[in-house]
C-alpha cells in the first residue's frame, strides 16, 4: 500500500447513473485522514471554494468522523459483523467520496470497488463508499453514512465469505433498519422514517 497524503488527487471511477451530470469518473482531493476514514471532496468543486467554507466543511467532517469511529462502526459491526478488514487494497481505512449527484440520491455502495482490476476493469480496488458532496453540511448525513456501510458490511458477510448475492428488498431494508438501531429515527418526527 502507498504512503498516501493530504492534498493527494486521485481519480476515482463512480456510478454514472447516480452523479448529477452522469459522469463515470471523477477527481477528487484527500482532506482528512482518520484511524478509520479517508475522507476525499470533488477537486473541481474544492479548489474554488473560500478558506471558510473549507472550514465549515472540515468541521462537518470531524463531526462525521466522530460519530463513525465511536457509534456507527462499533454499533453496526456487533450487530452485523465487519467489512472486509483489510480489504482488497490491504488497508484498514475504508474511503469515503463525496461528489454531486442526483438530488434524489443519499449515497451509494459499488460491489466492484472490492475486486481487482483484472475481475473489474473499473473497480478502485479498495472498501468505498459515495456520499452527495450536497449534503456535507446536512444533519442526516450520518444516517447516509451508516446506510452505505451496511452495504460494506453486507458484501463481506454474504457475498465475499459465503458467496451468497442478498437479495436487494432485504439488502436495503437491513441498511435502512440501521437508522433505527442507531437511533436515529428518535423522535418519530423529521426521522428517516
Do not use: C
Not at 96 to 122: N, S
Request: net charge negative.
Amino acid at each position: 500500500v502507498k504512503a498516501i497524503s493530504l492534498g493527494e488527487f486521485l481519480n476515482f471511477n463512480i456510478d454514472k447513473s447516480y452523479d448529477a451530470s452522469s459522469r463515470d469518473q471523477v477527481t477528487a482531493v484527500l482532506v482528512k485522514t482518520t484511524p478509520k476514514l479517508y475522507f476525499y471532496i470533488e477537486k473541481n468543486w474544492w479548489e474554488v471554494q473560500l478558506q471558510a467554507k473549507q472550514d465549515e466543511v472540515l468541521r462537518n467532517f470531524d463531526s462525521l468522523s466522530a460519530e463513525f469511529e465511536n457509534r456507527i462502526y462499533p454499533i453496526l459491526t456487533s450487530v452485523y459483523g465487519s467489512e472486509w478488514n483489510p480489504g482488497v487494497d490491504g488497508e484498514s481505512r475504508i474511503t469515503l467520496l463525496f461528489h454531486f449527484m442526483r438530488e434524489d440520491v443519499g449515497g451509494y455502495f459499488r460491489t466492484a470497488d472490492e475486486y481487482i482490476r483484472i475481475q473489474a476493469p473499473d473497480s478502485n480496488e479498495r472498501e468505498m463508499l459515495y456520499l452527495p458532496l450536497a449534503q456535507s453540511d446536512n444533519s442526516k448525513l450520518k444516517s447516509f453514512l451508516a446506510h452505505e456501510f451496511v452495504h460494506l458490511i453486507t458484501f463481506n458477510q454474504k457475498d465475499r465469505i459465503f458467496n451468497v448475492s442478498e437479495e436487494v428488498w432485504l439488502n436495503e431494508g437491513r441498511a435502512e433498519y440501521s437508522n433505527t438501531i442507531l437511533g436515529y429515527d428518535d423522535p418519530y418526527s423529521g426521522s428517516n422514517l
